[in-house]
């Protein structure tokens, strides 16, 4: 059993930044990949950024490409989701997830996930 926490949510500024980090616990955490899905009201849960469990390897959903950086420290178990240039789109609540199979860009390979952060935007 994995769990995850995250934190770092809150109410910012179109064009601001904020930082998000989920601790994990229960396993492992360098053998676990883990990832970031947002949730907007009304819309589908997206998958928006995940990396490896080396963190050699990342993954950005198109919508968030140049503006998300995700990145892991395995010695304190946390990953992180750094967002800049936000934009009222990007509103959502913010969960991580972790996941131990073979593939690492897609939600279905992630079996944890928390229970989310609010992310809001505004103009």
């Known amino acids: 059993q994995v769990q995850l926490v995250e934190s770092g949510g809150g109410l910012v500024q179109a064009g601001g930044s904020l930082r998000l980090s989920c601790a994990a616990s229960g396993r492992t955490f360098s053998s676990l990949n883990m990832g970031w899905s947002r949730q907007a009201p009304g819309k589908e849960r997206e998958f928006v950024a995940a990396?490896?469990?080396?963190?050699?390897?990342?993954y950005y959903a198109d919508s968030v490409k140049g503006r998300f950086t995700i990145s892991r420290d395995n010695a304190k178990n946390t990953v992180y989701l750094q967002m800049n240039s936000l934009k009222r789109e990007d509103t959502a609540v913010y969960a991580c997830a972790a996941g131990s199979g073979i593939v690492f860009t897609r939600p279905s390979y992630y079996g944890y996930w928390g229970q989310g952060t609010q992310v809001t935007v505004s103009s």
């Open positions: 990396i490896s469990r080396s963190g050699d390897s990342t």
